[in-house]
């Protein structure tokens, strides 16, 4: 089973091992990509702090962002299991993880990034901020960037297993899986129903759907779930006591669920 995952825009402070080296990172076949937007990165927050901000979609009291960025060939590196600290991976709290379901969190999960394209929880990286929303000089629009180069490495990271979409649509929107990988795809969507004046409403609320997210992985992980396609992976979630409620099925896209929870 392949997880995907957003990253956060929280992060740890700094690393504390060596410095970045790409070719240690998974997917070595992105390393031009990941160079190139490496290279766009660093060079527009050392040379021009204005259009590094608006590049970024920084205020100017996140000047200390660029200082960041500006250092990332440099900089120490952490597992970025470690480098993400955002709801959702509080909620998975991958140091407490039992030893089995850490190993298996290391095969399985990739996290979705603007900088890197897509890392492994062990991959060693700098803290840095590069959403997916950034548009930089020489590269332009990340999301379109990443689109044009994803494709062939992850679909062979999923091999011929279930995959499990926990990406946001920014993210999402970098790679679909097409044809008979979509049939194989679940995406999950977080909705939190409630009470409101009588009625029972459904929404999309961001720290139920992260924090829903991280717990839904690790649950999963914990029980050692190895579901052979989408079916099982649903009736394990179910089995897990997710309220799972499935979507119209579209042909060749990803089978699309709902996990409605009703407290955090």
């Given at each position: 089973m392949l997880i995907l995952l957003p990253p956060s825009e929280g992060k740890a402070d700094a690393g504390t091992g060596r410095r970045l080296d790409l070719t240690r990172l998974c997917l070595p076949e992105l390393n031009p990509?990941?160079?190139e937007v490496l290279a766009a990165l660093v060079g527009v927050s050392v040379t021009d702090e204005?259009?590094?901000l608006a590049a970024l979609g920084l205020s100017a009291g996140q000047r200390s962002e660029l200082d960041r960025n500006a250092r990332l060939e440099r900089a120490a590196t952490a597992p970025a299991g470690q480098v993400y600290t955002g709801v959702l991976y509080e909620a998975l709290s991958l140091a407490t993880l039992p030893a089995p379901a850490l190993r298996a969190a290391r095969r399985s999960v990739l996290v979705s990034s603007g900088l890197w394209g897509a890392v492994r929880l062990a991959d060693r990286i700098p803290p840095?901020?590069?959403p997916i929303g950034a548009k930089l000089p020489g590269v332009g629009a990340l999301s379109a960037y990443w689109r044009q180069v994803l494709a062939p490495a992850l679909e062979s990271a999923a091999g011929d297993g279930p995959v499990l979409d926990l990406r946001s649509a920014a993210y999402a929107a970098t790679w679909t899986p097409r044809g008979a990988l979509a049939g194989r795809t679940v995406s999950?969507?977080?909705?939190?129903?409630r009470a409101v004046d009588g009625r029972v409403t459904r929404t999309v609320v961001s720290h139920f759907n992260k924090a829903t997210k991280g717990r839904l992985v690790r649950d999963l992980l914990v029980a050692g779930a190895r579901p052979r396609g989408p079916a099982g992976l649903v009736a394990a979630l179910r089995d897990l006591g997710y309220a799972i409620e499935e979507r119209p099925a579209t042909a060749g896209r990803p089978r699309q669920v709902d996990v409605v929870v009703t407290e955090l």
């Open positions: 990509a990941r160079e204005t259009a590094a840095y901020r590069c999950v969507r977080v909705l939190h129903q």
